[in-house]
């Protein structure tokens, strides 16, 4: 009798699964979850770990996390309540990657056992698709130049056709001197580098779309080309980006300025804006979601804790120089070791 009542007791812990069964069980589960590239962290209701793989302790930066709560663990707040399933899923900064983390619930019936939490490393993605932004960019801009410049020479050959042979000269000269591509931006001839200048002058034309005026500083002066020049117009597009975005949502007059200098072999950027400034400096490089407060434009999504990851790879940085506020703009920056090709000469 009391070994029927150990049995049906047995079968109801282990929800009918047979002792024999439980051992092939946990095998294929453990060979399953290890073999893999994804993180999978599994927690019951108390929030207590009760599964991590190795792939999970290596993108959370945690060790022997089974058996101990997920708020004992050391994560950033906002990785331990997406894990707890109270924040957002959504794309996180946890050291130099960003992690996308999913979380369900798991049930049998009415039972609940807890949750399950997915982790996917999407650093590399995002940083592909940042850059390939920066193209699309340039891209768009090349092809609006392109265009003014094809009305430009219709221009000067309708003069000839009206025998107006001293204008279409003159019109001709003045189109030389300031080359078929004209990005039409205050100061853009101190940014020597080809790429970088056709960036700035896409980013300027998509600000002037929205009624903001991009400049470059006067104090600018990048005399040398940038060899590695992904990493660059992947920070300078961000932090522009949201300058931009904080100037079109503040009064008359909207201006964002962008300083470039070279340092030996670092590019030192700067922005700044006219908007209504930087609350918490600390926070526009945290992760969050842009209808969580319209009026942060600073930082939104994960951005700026992504523009940081990049700088800080090379021994740089991304930092808060002035946050602004009462009637002024904050102004960001941003410097990169290492990207510049310095002549010999």
């Given at each position: ?8 007791r ?134 609006v130049?392109?265009h ?87 920070v ?67 951005g ?21 506020g ?10 990169l ?9």
């Amino acid at each position: 009798m009391v070994a029927l009542f150990m049995r049906r007791r047995l079968e109801r812990l282990t929800l009918g699964v047979q002792p024999e069964e439980l051992v092939s069980l946990v095998q294929t589960q453990t060979a399953v979850l290890e073999s893999a590239d994804e993180g999978v962290v599994a927690l019951d209701d108390a929030g207590v770990v009760r599964v991590c793989t190795a792939a999970a302790e290596r993108l959370l930066g945690v060790r022997d996390a089974v058996g101990r709560p997920v708020r004992d663990l050391g994560l950033p707040p906002a990785v331990a309540a997406a894990l707890s399933g109270t924040g957002a899923s959504t794309g996180l900064p946890l050291g130099d990657r960003v992690v996308f983390i999913d979380v369900r619930p798991v049930r049998r019936g009415a039972r609940s056992f807890g949750r399950v939490a997915t982790l996917r490393d999407r650093t590399d993605v995002m940083a592909l698709s940042g850059r390939l932004d920066s193209v699309r960019a340039m891209s768009d801009a090349l092809r609006v130049q392109r265009h003014e410049n094809a009305n430009r020479l219709h221009a000067a050959v309708g003069l000839l056709d009206a025998g107006r042979t001293h204008e279409a000269r003159s019109f001709l000269a003045d189109l030389v001197d300031r080359g078929s591509v004209d990005w039409a931006v205050p100061g853009i001839d101190l940014v020597a580098d080809a790429m970088l200048q056709s960036f700035v002058g896409a980013k300027a034309l998509s600000a002037r779309e929205r009624g903001v005026a991009l400049r470059v500083a006067d104090d600018s002066f990048l005399a040398d080309p940038i060899d590695e020049v992904e990493d660059v117009v992947a920070v300078l597009g961000n932090l522009i980006d949201n300058a931009v975005t904080a100037a079109a949502a503040a009064p008359a007059p909207r201006e964002v300025e962008v300083a470039v200098l070279g340092d030996g072999d670092a590019v030192v950027l700067t922005v700044s804006d006219t908007g209504s400034g930087i609350a918490d400096p600390e926070a526009v490089f945290l992760p969050r979601d842009r209808g969580d407060d319209p009026a942060a434009v600073h930082g939104l999504g994960i951005g700026l804790p992504l523009s940081r990851e990049f700088a800080r790879r090379r021994g740089g940085e991304v930092w808060v120089v002035d946050p602004g506020g009462d009637g002024r703009g904050a102004v960001v920056a941003a410097r990169l070791p290492g990207v510049i090709r310095e002549d010999p000469a």
